[in-house]
């Protein structure tokens, strides 16, 4: 089933955050949040499908603090040009092509 966009989402600069599996088994754990590798694998490989193509920057997040990441995120917001990305086209087009 295919729901219709009913909100607005406005263009931004997208900030690609990169991990590995086991960073994210952690970061799951915070909330109990426990599944298979296989459950990883999918949700990695669909980020990488929708996000791939997209104009972002990107951030690795492998084994570092929330305090490094957002450090990097504020470096990216105000000293890095600006890349607006239409997202909600980019995911419009990207569920179009899905059906």
């Known amino acids: 089933m295919v729901e219709k ?3 607005t989402l406005c263009p931004g600069h997208v900030i690609y955050l990169d991990c590995d599996i086991s ?3 952690i970061r799951n754990s915070f909330k109990h949040r426990y599944w298979p590798d296989k459950e990883y694998n999918r949700l990695l490989e669909a980020l990488a ?4 193509p997209v104009k972002k920057s990107e951030i690795c997040t492998r084994g570092r603090s929330c305090e490094d990441v957002a450090r990097e995120i ?3 917001v105000f000293l890095e040009e ?3 990305v ?3 086209n980019e ?3 990207y569920s179009k092509d899905a059906t």
């Open 82 to 84: 600006y890349n607006e």
């Open 5 to 7: 966009i009913t909100k």
């Open 23 to 25: 960073d994210i088994r």
């Open 49 to 52: 499908e929708v996000y791939g």
């Open 74 to 76: 504020a470096r990216i």
């Open 86 to 88: 239409d997202i909600l």
């Open 91 to 93: 995911l419009a087009s």
